[in-house]
């Protein structure tokens, strides 16, 4: 896919679907996987994963929306991408329909606040060893 292609397929929605537009118009790197799989299969692993970010405190955007595309979209087929920004450290994940004609769901997932965690647990690991 191209990125004039993948900037199109998010314009004219809000949310996770601009702040994802604007990261690949300002070039952030991003992929589309081959295959496919129904949508029911991401909806049970993607609503496990929005617990798992709401418990925490991760800052995220569109998750709740995209469960419930998922979940409407029961067994159609869809492809999987994701978009990386580096600078704030932002991670987008994309759910497009098999033929690539559109995005039907992105959720957006905050990486500051990952690496800030990272960094304080490998800095009490630090303390216990010394």
């Known amino acids: 896919m191209e990125r004039a292609q993948l900037i199109s397929l998010l314009t004219d929605r809000d949310g996770a679907f601009e702040a994802c537009r604007g990261a690949v ?9 081959d295959g496919s799989l129904p949508a029911s299969h ?3 692993i993607y ?9 925490r405190g991760i800052p ?6 995209a469960v419930e595309v998922l979940y409407a979209l029961r ?3 869809l492809r999987v991408g994701r978009v990386r ?4 450290p932002y991670y987008f994940q994309l759910f497009l329909s098999a033929d690539e004609s559109a995005v039907v769901a992105c959720i957006g997932v905050d990486q500051q606040h990952q690496q800030a965690q990272r960094a304080r647990q490998a800095t009490s690991e630090n303390l216990h060893e010394g």
């Open 60 to 65: 995220t955007l569109g998750f709740a929306e």
């Open 25 to 33: 118009e300002r070039g952030a790197s991003f992929d589309v996987f």
């Open 47 to 55: 609503r496990g994963r929005q617990i798992h970010t709401r418990e």
């Open 42 to 44: 991401f909806a049970e």
């Open 85 to 88: 920004l580096s600078d704030p």
């Open 75 to 77: 067994e159609q087929p």
